[in-house]
């Protein structure tokens, strides 16, 4: 096995269709480690994957998986990488078994050997009772399942996902994300995933890169990448109704002792460095005071909190309707 | 190795799950033989006719055209597999995998080609029964339609990498079945057409098929066995080389 620091390497990365689906993207991901792109629809996130699987050909830029580059060297690549695509790849007309067997032999494996990766990965997607189940017949989490079984057949040295549980109910999601953590638990797996839910991004992944048309815009770890938009918000809910005297002389105080507070339909909200340190003070400063808290609670800023700082809209709000419609598109006219 | 057996084995699988796709296909040469052959068979029953037909009846004279079409037809729809795989997303699977990309198109024609030709050989030995043609040909025949099997899967895989959308795949199989088939003397001697549409039987693979196939089945055949053999030869391996090297240069833009 090679060694190498970095299992990919992007630099000044672009990709030109008719416009730039991606645009001089430069990252690295470090051995072992879970990345994640999060971004919109249309962000550039598919082509970037599938550029780094030598599926396609950058523009511009280089690219190197554990060192080798993806355009001189792709079987080099190849060899160690696994990848699950956004739509299914699977052989629909055969089984469970058929799909993981096919897959199998091309890379190399034959024979008990690779009878017992079979198993043992149909297992740890929990498919074992549907081996010899044609594919047709699957729900989408079950397709889902198997195709992450079929992408560790071989062993990858770094594996990608490419919107793992889009489309999936919470509880199938969250099956999925075990296994994920499973993977980079028990096999040092290097993750590459992306995905257009915070959540998913949040939970799983040591960094993120946050991408939208095609550039990345910000990227770190959570807390990094929280900490730009700064703070956790508190709030606070006063028992009898406050006349403007009282609010006056509350906010007085807050701002005295953190700054930044403000006062919202009646529910007083605070700017806070860390809500856990902060709510004792509000407490101790209450109870010198003789106010009467009926209620408190506080919210640390989302990815999405950064996202529309950051572009000025939500990562949400381009998911409806018309981009199914682009999706189906995309994937008519592919190859 | 393994990929051109693991490859091959997925047509077959696959070719072996669809029930219905067996059935058609040999349905639709027994409906040639029968609605057409023995019709035609009755209504050319004259001296005049057999000298025409090479001394046989009619019947006799069809298999091997029947045969011939069979195999061609069938293994041309490989490229149909090729769009669907494209549609669904599979040809994306072979296309990162860290194989040889000629092998993996080798490996699938060679499993299309086996479906196709295990298809004449069961019309074949429907005929045998029914006709009198030479039994002992049959092995020689199947030399014929591995060359055939071949250079219409790769034609049909060839049109396929370059095509979009099984609509499209379907009028280009349209526009070529029906006029190589008539063109190729299954149905009647070549020498029988205009000297202008000669032209085309002769550059149509599919007559040094049915030409080579007739050698063997009964006996009579227009053209040199060698050169049907040869040509054949030829054109197998040209359009299995331009097969693979499109698929060499195939990508996903
Ligand atoms: N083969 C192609 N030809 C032309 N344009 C393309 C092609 N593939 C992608 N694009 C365009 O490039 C941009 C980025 O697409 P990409 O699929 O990488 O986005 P994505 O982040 O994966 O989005 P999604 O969440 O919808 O999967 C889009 O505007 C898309 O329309
Ligand atoms: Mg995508």
């Given at each position: 096995m090679k060694k190498y620091k970095y299992a990919i390497e992007v630099k000044n990365l672009t990709k030109k269709f008719e416009t730039f689906a991606v645009n001089d993207v430069s990252f690295k991901i470090k051995k072992g480690e879970i990345f994640a792109f999060l971004g919109p629809n249309g962000a550039g996130k598919t082509t970037t994957i599938n550029m780094i699987t030598t599926l396609l050909r950058p523009t511009s830029g280089s690219i190197k998986v554990a060192g080798y580059d993806t355009v001189k060297h792709p079987n080099d690549v190849r060899n160690i990488i696994g990848i699950v695509f956004q739509d299914s790849t699977l052989d629909r007309e055969l089984t469970a078994y058929e799909n993981l067997y096919i897959h199998g032999r091309i890379y190399g494996y034959r024979g008990d050997d690779l009878k017992n990766r079979i198993n043992s990965m149909l297992k740890f997607v929990e498919l074992e009772n549907h081996a010899n189940k044609v594919v047709k017949t699957f729900s989408g989490g079950m397709k889902r399942r198997l195709e992450?079984?079929?992408?560790?057949?071989?062993?990858?040295?770094?594996?990608?996902?490419?919107?793992?549980?889009?489309?999936?109910?919470?509880?199938?999601?969250?099956?999925?994300?075990?296994?994920?953590?499973?993977?980079?638990?028990?096999?040092?797996?290097?993750?590459?995933?992306?995905?257009?839910?915070?959540?998913?991004?949040?939970?799983?992944?040591?960094?993120?890169?946050?991408?939208?048309?095609?550039?990345?815009?910000?990227?770190?770890?959570?807390?990094?990448?929280?900490?730009?938009?700064?703070?956790?918000?508190?709030?606070?809910?006063?028992?009898?109704?406050?006349?403007?005297?009282?609010?006056?002389?509350?906010?007085?105080?807050?701002?005295?002792?953190?700054?930044?507070?403000?006062?919202?339909?009646?529910?007083?909200?605070?700017?806070?460095?860390?809500?856990?340190?902060?709510?004792?003070?509000?407490?101790?400063?209450?109870?010198?005071?003789?106010?009467?808290?009926?209620?408190?609670?506080?919210?640390?800023?989302?990815?999405?909190?950064?996202?529309?700082?950051?572009?000025?809209?939500?990562?949400?709000?381009?998911?409806?309707?018309?981009?199914?419609?682009?999706?189906?598109?995309?994937?008519?006219?592919?190859? | 190795m393994n990929v051109i057996t693991t490859m091959a084995y997925r047509q077959i699988r696959r070719f072996t799950r669809a029930r219905s796709r067996i059935i058609g296909t040999i349905l639709h040469p027994i409906i040639w033989i029968t609605f057409f052959g023995l019709g035609w068979s009755r209504a050319l029953n004259f001296p005049e006719a057999k000298a025409l037909f090479g001394g046989v009846d009619y019947l006799t004279y069809l298999v091997p055209g029947i045969v011939a079409i069979t195999i061609f037809t069938t293994s041309f729809m490989s490229g149909m597999s090729v769009i669907i795989d494209k549609d669904y997303g599979f040809l994306k699977e072979i296309l990162v995998a860290p194989v040889s990309r000629s092998k993996a198109i080798f490996g699938r024609i060679l499993g299309d080609s086996t479906t196709s030709i295990l298809r004449g050989i069961i019309i074949l030995l429907m005929c045998a029964f029914i006709t009198h043609i030479n039994i002992l040909g049959v092995i020689p025949v199947l030399i014929i339609g591995v060359l055939l099997a071949f250079t219409f899967s790769s034609i049909g895989i060839s049109f396929a990498l370059k095509m979009n959308n099984l609509e499209g795949f379907g009028l280009v199989m349209n526009m070529i079945t029906l006029p190589l088939m008539f063109l190729s003397g299954a149905f009647y001697p070549i020498s029988s057409l205009p000297i202008w549409i000669r032209i085309f039987a002769y550059i149509n693979p599919l007559t040094y098929a049915v030409d080579g196939m007739r050698y063997f089945l009964i006996g009579k055949s227009q053209f040199p066995i060698v050169m049907d053999f040869g040509i054949l030869s030829v054109l197998c391996v040209v359009f299995l080389s331009i097969g693979m090297y499109l698929f060499e240069k195939a990508t996903i833009e």
């Amino acid at each position: 096995m090679k060694k190498y620091k970095y299992a990919i390497e992007v630099k000044n990365l672009t990709k030109k269709f008719e416009t730039f689906a991606v645009n001089d993207v430069s990252f690295k991901i470090k051995k072992g480690e879970i990345f994640a792109f999060l971004g919109p629809n249309g962000a550039g996130k598919t082509t970037t994957i599938n550029m780094i699987t030598t599926l396609l050909r950058p523009t511009s830029g280089s690219i190197k998986v554990a060192g080798y580059d993806t355009v001189k060297h792709p079987n080099d690549v190849r060899n160690i990488i696994g990848i699950v695509f956004q739509d299914s790849t699977l052989d629909r007309e055969l089984t469970a078994y058929e799909n993981l067997y096919i897959h199998g032999r091309i890379y190399g494996y034959r024979g008990d050997d690779l009878k017992n990766r079979i198993n043992s990965m149909l297992k740890f997607v929990e498919l074992e009772n549907h081996a010899n189940k044609v594919v047709k017949t699957f729900s989408g989490g079950m397709k889902r399942r198997l195709e992450i079984a079929r992408s560790l057949i071989h062993n990858p040295e770094i594996l990608f996902l490419d919107e793992p549980t889009i489309g999936l109910d919470p509880q199938t999601r969250s099956h999925i994300w075990e296994y994920i953590e499973r993977m980079k638990k028990e096999y040092n797996m290097t993750i590459f995933l992306t995905t257009h839910y915070m959540e998913e991004a949040e939970s799983l992944a040591d960094r993120i890169a946050i991408i939208d048309n095609g550039k990345i815009i910000a990227i770190g770890t959570v807390d990094e990448l929280k900490s730009m938009i700064g703070n956790d918000m508190i709030y606070l809910k006063f028992a009898n109704n406050l006349d403007s005297e009282c609010v006056k002389n509350i906010l007085n105080i807050l701002n005295e002792h953190f700054g930044n507070s403000n006062i919202i339909n009646g529910i007083f909200e605070i700017r806070v460095k860390n809500a856990n340190e902060s709510i004792p003070k509000i407490f101790e400063i209450a109870l010198k005071n003789s106010w009467k808290i009926l209620e408190v609670s506080y919210r640390k800023p989302t990815l999405n909190d950064v996202f529309i700082h950051l572009t000025g809209k939500s990562i949400r709000e381009r998911g409806g309707n018309f981009d199914m419609k682009k999706i189906f598109a995309k994937r008519r006219g592919m190859l | 190795m393994n990929v051109i057996t693991t490859m091959a084995y997925r047509q077959i699988r696959r070719f072996t799950r669809a029930r219905s796709r067996i059935i058609g296909t040999i349905l639709h040469p027994i409906i040639w033989i029968t609605f057409f052959g023995l019709g035609w068979s009755r209504a050319l029953n004259f001296p005049e006719a057999k000298a025409l037909f090479g001394g046989v009846d009619y019947l006799t004279y069809l298999v091997p055209g029947i045969v011939a079409i069979t195999i061609f037809t069938t293994s041309f729809m490989s490229g149909m597999s090729v769009i669907i795989d494209k549609d669904y997303g599979f040809l994306k699977e072979i296309l990162v995998a860290p194989v040889s990309r000629s092998k993996a198109i080798f490996g699938r024609i060679l499993g299309d080609s086996t479906t196709s030709i295990l298809r004449g050989i069961i019309i074949l030995l429907m005929c045998a029964f029914i006709t009198h043609i030479n039994i002992l040909g049959v092995i020689p025949v199947l030399i014929i339609g591995v060359l055939l099997a071949f250079t219409f899967s790769s034609i049909g895989i060839s049109f396929a990498l370059k095509m979009n959308n099984l609509e499209g795949f379907g009028l280009v199989m349209n526009m070529i079945t029906l006029p190589l088939m008539f063109l190729s003397g299954a149905f009647y001697p070549i020498s029988s057409l205009p000297i202008w549409i000669r032209i085309f039987a002769y550059i149509n693979p599919l007559t040094y098929a049915v030409d080579g196939m007739r050698y063997f089945l009964i006996g009579k055949s227009q053209f040199p066995i060698v050169m049907d053999f040869g040509i054949l030869s030829v054109l197998c391996v040209v359009f299995l080389s331009i097969g693979m090297y499109l698929f060499e240069k195939a990508t996903i833009e």
